[in-house]
Nanobody, 114 residues
């Protein structure tokens, strides 16, 4: 199983980034997919989740700014991040859960700074 996250980088406050997570080796279309993040010195926290049926859920601190989506034909998970704030700076991880198992990607760094 591989979850390859990409799309991170340095962006100014108010800017946008789109993260991608390409999955292989799992039944992507039936997997619940999640984005987590971990800032230095902090616990890893759930950012957004999407079920196999497309239902979404967001942490309060990203509601209205981030959008999670998936393309089952491409086995890819996305996170569109708008109106970024310095406090969004973290390593972002994709996570897949299916059939009682959970897998993590390697993470992609997002830095929001002027």
């Amino acid at each position: 199983v591989q979850l390859q996250a990409s799309g991170g980088g340095l962006v100014q406050p108010g800017g946008s980034l789109r993260l991608s997570c390409e999955a292989s080796g799992i039944f992507f279309s039936i997997s619940a997919m999640n984005w987590y993040r971990q800032a230095p010195g902090k616990e890893r926290e759930l950012v957004a989740a999407i079920t196999s049926g497309g239902s979404t859920n967001y942490a309060d601190f990203v509601k209205g700014r981030f959008t999670i989506s998936r393309d089952n034909a491409k086995n890819t998970l996305y996170l569109q991040m708008n109106s970024l704030k310095p406090e969004d700076t973290a390593v972002y991880y994709c996570n897949a859960r299916v059939l009682g198992s959970s897998w993590w990607g390697q993470g992609t760094q997002v830095t929001v700074s002027s």
